[in-house]
């Protein structure tokens, strides 16, 4: 059974820095690997979709890597905003199953 | 293009009450999905529909929740009765092609957010 797990759980850095989230998961055998943003009281909005063939993926002042042979995805954010404050969820579709598996997040707060 | 739509956008009910949500998905998605998300942390599906069949409801508690997608387009979900540990978000979410798909990325409703007392 494919389980994601998200560190830390909770993050707090001044405007400006640049900063890194975590997602790692235990079947390497998936088909994507998706970052969501979900902000509070709303839906999630889709920010990073990267394929099983690819090594990153980038938006902006986002980057998402992916790394499969050790489970592991980091969402890479350049020159944090207090707009960035969200809660940020990373998400797997295993290879033996159509659905996605999703982690249970990092809740970031960017103090200006 | 218009996003996937929910209602209501929140529901407060008592104990053993019944209560249904709706959703509508972006125009010619083919998959629909409900999920589950309770207070920190992730989404949990529980149902999923290939136009208005049903490819997997394992994790849908088939004595209290049930769902339909009968002309393929929109879905309901229904909770009877309802109980305390059913408190949670419930989010709905489409996608283009087939459920199977390599690379089938799934967009959001807003959710619904059900409180039982």
């Known amino acids: 059974k494919q389980e994601v797990t998200q560190i830390p759980a909770a993050l707090s850095v001044p405007e400006g820095e640049n900063l890194v989230l975590n997602c790692s998961f235990t079947?390497?055998?998936?088909?994507?690997l998706q970052w969501f943003r979900q902000d509070p009281g709303k839906g999630l909005t889709s920010l990073l979709l990267i394929q099983s063939s690819q090594r990153e993926q980038t938006s902006g002042r986002l980057n998402a890597s992916l790394d499969k042979s050790s489970g592991r995805s980091t969402l890479y954010i350049a020159a944090s905003q207090p707009g960035d404050s969200a809660t940020y969820l990373c998400?797997?579709?295993?290879?033996?199953?159509?659905?996605?598996?999703f982690g249970s997040g990092t809740q970031l707060t960017v103090l200006p | 293009e218009a996003g996937v739509a929910q209602s209501p956008r929140y529901k407060i009910i008592e104990k053993r009450q019944s209560v249904a949500f709706w959703c509508n998905p972006i125009s010619g998605h083919a998959t629909l999905y409900w999920y589950q998300q309770i207070l920190g942390q992730g989404p949990k599906l529980l149902i999923q529909?290939?136009?208005?069949?049903?490819?997997?409801d394992s994790q849908l508690p088939k004595d209290r929740f049930s769902a339909e997608r009968l002309k393929g387009v929109d879905s309901t979900l229904k909770i009877q009765p309802a109980k305390l540990e059913d408190s949670a978000v419930y989010l709905c979410a489409s996608s283009h092609g087939l459920a199977g798909g390599h690379n089938n990325e799934q967009f959001f409703g807003p959710g619904t957010r059900l409180t039982v007392l």
């Open positions: 079947d390497s055998a998936i088909y994507n």
């Open positions: 529909f290939q136009n208005n069949g049903v490819v997997d």
């Open positions: 998400a797997v579709r295993p290879g033996s199953a159509r659905q996605l598996t």
